[in-house]
């Protein structure tokens, strides 16, 4: 198997980056909404305070 030449392994390592950190992103915020859910859920649920 030949190597690819300097640049295009530079660009490949660097889309590698770059799709790993969206990814990364995504299950992020993902979880992020998912505590807010969860926060909203419990204060809902707590009856207020006469």
Known sequence: MRWPSGVQ???AVGEF???G???WELFH???I???DREQA?????V???D
């Open 29 to 31: 915020l993902r979880r």
């Open 41 to 45: 859920r419990q204060a809902e649920a």
């Open 9 to 11: 392994w530079e660009w």
């Open 33 to 35: 909404q998912r505590r």
């Open 47 to 49: 009856p207020p305070a």
């Open 17 to 19: 980056m770059v799709l």
């Open 21 to 23: 950190f969206l990814v």
